[in-house]
Structure formats: C-alpha cells, structure tokens
C-alpha cells in the first residue's frame, strides 16, 4: 500500500491500480475517504470534519506532487514520500 504521507494521523494513500480522475484516499482508524486532487473535495467515504480540513489545508499546496504521485503510481513507477 503505497502511504505518500501520514498527517496527523491520517494515512494518504495512492493505489497503483487506480483509475482518473486524479484522486488520493485518506484512512483515519475505521474511516476512509477520496479526495480528487484537483479541487481537493472529499468525492466519497468520511472522515470526521477536523481530519478532513487537516487532510485539505496539508494537500492545497502539495497538488503537483500529489498529481505526479497519481500518474506515477497509474504508470506503475515507485512513489516516494510527499512531505
């Protein structure tokens, strides 16, 4: 399971089987998101609300890497860390 970062707690993750539009999930104990990369909206699952303004405000200004992470793990590359 490719884990790019862990921000207060909560595991981002990017699948190397995934499928457009770019998107990242978001697993906090029991709950489990998807945010598209692009807008950064939560497209699907929960994550209770301060995680998810956490999840948010740390992706706003890593969505490049974030979008070469996806289209690196969708062409099967190794994905490193995103700090």
Known sequence: ??????VDGVAII???N???PAHFHA???EHHAIFEIENL????GF???SKRRIVQ???MPRRDALRAA???????????SIE
């Open 41 to 44: 909206r939560m497209v699907r």
């Open 57 to 59: 405000e740390w992706a």
């Open 27 to 29: 697993e906090f104990g």
């Open 1 to 6: 399971m490719p884990t790019v970062a862990v």
């Open 18 to 20: 995934d499928h457009p």
């Open 47 to 49: 994550l209770p609300a």
């Open 14 to 16: 990017i699948y190397h």
């Open 70 to 80: 996806f289209l690196q793990a969708t062409a099967r590359q190794r994905i490193g």
